[in-house]
């Protein structure tokens, strides 16, 4: 049986982006926790966040010393689902704790979670989960329950507001709500209750909740009390949230006059999408108009210019036809256009632009290529396109660099490119003189591309490592295979 400093090892290299520093700090944690005596009656979970998904990874558990576990069989490797453990998951992201919020075991019992973030170096690296079984006090059904606007303690706070304008808060498409002078949670409007409970996994009603407990950046309420000299003065803050999948617009500011805090949450998870699309459609376009001015403009003035000293007519139109074909080469990518259906075999895909790297490169025939790519594996075509881009960046990086500063006996560039356990994995090896890993991307357009494609098109799991004796790139993402 795998003890629990490798299987936490072992789970945080395969499905995290930690550090092995990083890992020794939770192996460390892990350890005190087997000496301590403290959580002697509860449940007690370390937690990560999943590299490849919005949700979380159980990295350690340990049993009650007091009383039995709520757990038969065991949970180490299993998935904390947002919809489950939401306050896992807000803890992950934000660093703030939640404290006592509801929530549902991998076995499906209902219990009551305290979740305290575990820092480096001013990260959050993971979660420290404390659980305690809630079934008899369990609601049979979850409920989200709107405040009423008939409390006095609202009538008071909105006092400095008109009526009218007040009520139409109700019909707003943000989330609104309002915190009283101790942090307690005094008005929502339907549309925070929607949000709490449909994209942040909230079980329990909202209904006098602490703002430290639904707040979703990492300041707390006595930060802002502590800013605003205990709400008497003018405070506000704005801040863009991610938190999943979802991205939140945070507006939260103080009434001095009744010491209330108000949080504006707005959704704006749609619009960062099509931003993140935009902008990852003006990389590939700056990327090809990069390529076309680098990689053909010479060739094709030399071309044009052979062109212009020929007299023959026949010689001038070959040229000129020679021009065209080697402009055509940069529209490899219509190729996935013509496709009937959203189904891509990455193996055929590959071999395409391998060898339009061949031919782009013929010139380097000292240079040996070779492929072992799985013939198992078929994308939709967003995905297809995504790993066509990063592996064509990647070779003809090692083509236009690993060899230009060194005389290799035998230069070899290897692409590989497997399926194990539902992850898909893409090594390109090559035995040249390396380069630095830890400078920035942003100063090669070409390898900010693989970043950034594999981050945001495979939501996938980047690993460069160089040396004089070569570099090697590893790429691992989800299949998500095709019905």
Not at 61 to 68: E, R
Not at 84 to 110: D, F, K, Y
Not at 427 to 433: K, L
């Amino acid at each position: 049986m795998m003890k629990y400093r490798e299987k936490i090892k072992k789970l945080c290299e395969e499905q995290t982006n930690l550090s092995q520093e990083d890992i020794e700090t939770l192996i460390e944690q892990a350890d005190l926790l087997m000496k301590t005596s403290d959580y002697a009656s509860e449940d007690v979970f370390i937690d990560v966040r999943n590299v490849y998904s919005e949700h979380a990874t159980v990295i350690f558990h340990k049993k009650p010393q007091t009383k039995g576990s709520l757990y038969e069989k065991t949970v180490v490797g299993s998935i904390a689902y947002l919809q489950n453990e939401p306050g896992v998951i807000r803890t992950l992201h934000t660093g703030a704790p939640s404290i006592g919020l509801s929530a549902l075991s991998q076995e499906g019992i209902p219990i009551q979670q305290t979740v305290l973030p575990i820092m480096r170096e001013g990260r959050v690296i993971a979660t420290l989960i404390l659980e305690k079984d809630i079934s008899p006090d369990f609601p049979r059904h979850f409920s989200l329950k709107t405040t009423e606007f008939s409390h006095r303690e609202v009538d008071d706070v909105c006092a400095t507001i008109d009526s009218e304008e007040f009520a139409l808060l109700k019909y707003m498409n943000d989330a609104v709500l309002v915190f009283n002078q101790v942090g307690q949670l005094i008005y929502f409007n339907p549309q925070a209750a929607t949000i709490y409970r449909t994209k942040l996994g909230y079980m329990d009603s909202l209904e006098g909740m602490h703002y430290d407990n639904l707040v979703l950046e990492k300041n707390i309420f006595a930060d802002i009390c502590a800013a605003s000299n205990d709400l008497t003065d003018t405070y506000s803050v704005s801040a863009e949230v991610q938190y999943g999948t979802n991205c939140f617009s945070i507006n939260q500011y103080v009434v001095r006059e009744t010491q209330s805090l108000v949080m504006i949450c707005k959704d704006i998870s749609e619009l960062k999408r099509l931003e993140a699309h935009l902008s990852l459609e003006r990389t590939s376009i700056r990327e090809m108009n990069h390529r076309v001015k680098n990689n053909l403009q010479t060739v094709v003035s030399l071309l044009r210019l052979q062109a212009q000293k020929s007299q023959d007519k026949d010689v001038k139109k070959n040229l000129a036809d020679s021009v065209n074909r080697i402009l055509s080469i940069s529209m490899t990518h219509e190729l996935l256009s013509l496709q009937k259906n959203d189904e891509i075999s990455v193996e055929k895909l590959l071999e395409g632009v391998v060898s339009n790297v061949q031919r782009c490169f013929s010139e380097r025939l000292d240079i040996k290529l070779s492929c072992d790519l799985d013939s198992r594996i078929y994308l939709d075509s967003s995905r297809a396109t995504a790993l066509a881009l990063v592996v064509n960046e990647l070779l003809q990086n090692s083509y236009d660099h690993a060899f230009e500063t060194i005389k290799q006996k035998n230069p070899e560039i290897h692409l590989q490119i497997t399926l194990d356990n539902d992850i898909i994995e893409v090594r390109v090896i090559d035995n040249g003189s390396g380069y630095d890993v830890n400078r920035s991307f942003e100063d090669h357009l070409g390898l900010m591309i693989v970043e950034r494609f594999v981050k945001s098109k495979l939501s996938g799991k980047l690993s460069v490592r160089s040396s004089q004796r070569g570099t090697r790139t590893i790429i691992t993402f989800k299949y998500n295979r095709i019905d």
